[in-house]
């Protein structure tokens, strides 16, 4: 197949011992067999890919069941979808699964999630300003952002660093070493940190084939 892709569910960090005794810092993923729900084709809708979906749904819309039986004939409707863009989809089949099995220890693979959400925070803790001083004539608002924007050109710049929203957002690591696959419990383990908090969706993907 085109790129391997798996959705699974963060469980946490361990520590594995190398052989050479060097201790190594690893993310363990749960990754349940993935079922390929659609094949989507050149000639049909203008580019290749091909869903994947992960875990069942519990109260399924009768759209979700007519699509899973249709494309995938399964009778349950997955509970979240991806798609995954190929170059070909040779060799990919409707119905089919996908595990961790399709990766291999020492594979090279990027992770993406979705980060931990931090809420509503200020220039100090979002972007790392500094405050203003305490003593000596400061005002004592130490905290506050400042200037803004200039006279011109009259509004405030997109991508001015303020206070808002902190986390998250949408997070791709790149170049994580597979340390652990096992097919018994469905766990793949990955050198370094994954975005995201325990129990949060992943996708892992590899290189093309």
Do not use: C
């Amino acid at each position: 197949m085109g790129v391997k892709a798996i959705i699974g569910r963060k469980v946490g960090m361990t520590q594995i011992i190398n052989e050479d005794g060097r201790v190594r810092a690893v993310t363990l993923i749960s990754a349940t067999p993935n079922v390929i729900s659609q094949i989507k084709t050149e000639e049909v809708d203008g580019y290749q890919s091909y869903q994947i979906g992960f875990e069942t749904a519990r109260h399924p819309a009768k759209a979700q069941l007519g699509h899973a039986a249709k494309q995938a004939k399964t009778k349950t409707a997955p509970k979240v979808v991806q798609e995954v863009r190929v170059d070909s989809t040779e060799g990919i089949e409707a119905g089919s699964t996908v595990d961790v099995t399709a990766f291999e220890v020492g594979e090279n693979v990027q992770v993406t999630g979705t980060s931990k959400g931090k809420g509503f925070a200020g220039t100090i803790k979002r972007h790392n300003f500094m405050r203003s001083r305490k003593t000596h004539g400061g005002k004592g608002d130490v905290r506050k952002p400042g200037s803004i924007g200039s006279m011109y050109p009259q509004h405030v710049l997109k991508g001015k660093r303020m206070a808002g929203q902190m986390g998250h957002d949408r997070v791709t690591v790149k170049n994580l070493e597979i340390a652990i696959i096992d097919p018994e419990l469905n766990v793949i383990g990955v050198v370094g940190a994954v975005p995201g908090p325990k129990k949060s969706l992943v996708t892992i993907k590899g290189a093309s084939a």
